[in-house]
């Protein structure tokens, strides 16, 4: 148990649905992240939080649009998704850049079928 | 750009022998994570190594880092089979009061009784 919490543990959608992933940590961090782990590419940064900031947007394709309501939640809406964007999506959080450990979520299975 | 190379990729061995996996980058930084990652799981953080010449160890594992040469490494020493996992370097760029990690391929790690 890290303190970062992701729902759904698991999600399978189709192409033309929209769901959303959820991320919740309880360790009082200021930044969030969303990555990408997919059987073909190291895992990837996809967006960086910091109190509530978008400070990086990794050339994501628009079909997944990140949400940061406060600097406990993170959400990643997808829409539209392809069936290449299957994978396991997961969250992180760290608290300021002094070389903290970044505590990893226990991800999310995506399927797009 | 960051590029970040581990090697080797697949590592097989026995219990009770030693091993090294190493991590390259390509651009210089001072934070060198390493995480572990079991099948179907999420990432467990090992180590976060802060400066040219740090040594941590924790039970049968080793990280060190020089900056200089920018490589790291992570030994194993005396191996044994719950070790078996995949395991990922990955270098930190600061980032407007986060960090992006930028990861390793990741080594399998297999140790045979």
């Known amino acids: 148990e890290t303190g970062v919490t992701q729902t759904p543990r698991h999600l399978v959608m189709g192409m033309t649905n929209k769901k959303s992933l959820k991320c919740e940590q309880h360790l009082g961090h200021n930044a969030m992240y969303w990555y990408k782990q997919s059987a073909k590419k190291p895992l990837e940064l996809m967006f960086v939080y910091n109190f509530k900031e978008q400070t990086e947007n990794n050339s994501v394709p628009s079909r997944f649009s990140p949400e940061c309501p406060n600097s406990s939640h993170l959400f990643l809406h997808l829409h539209t998704l392809q069936p290449e964007d299957s994978a396991l999506y997961l969250c992180a959080s760290s608290q300021d850049i002094s070389g903290n450990t970044i505590y990893f979520g226990e991800g999310s299975w995506l399927t797009v079928v | 750009e960051l590029k970040v190379e581990q090697n080797p990729l697949f590592l097989s061995m026995q219990e009770g022998k030693n091993y090294t996996i190493y991590c390259n980058y390509s651009?210089?930084?001072?934070?060198l994570y390493w995480y572990r990652q079991d099948p179907g799981k999420s990432l467990e953080s090992l180590f976060v190594l802060l400066s040219n010449g740090a040594v941590k160890q924790e039970g049968r594992l080793m990280a060190s880092l020089d900056t200089k040469a920018r490589l790291s490494t992570l030994h194993i020493t005396a191996a044994v089979h719950d070790l078996s996992a995949t395991y990922f370097c990955?270098?930190?760029?600061?980032?407007?009061?986060?960090?992006?990690?930028?990861f390793g391929q990741g080594t399998r790690l297999t140790i045979n009784p």
């Open positions: 990955a270098v930190g760029a600061p980032i407007q009061g986060a960090q992006k990690l930028v």
């Open positions: 651009t210089t930084s001072d934070r």
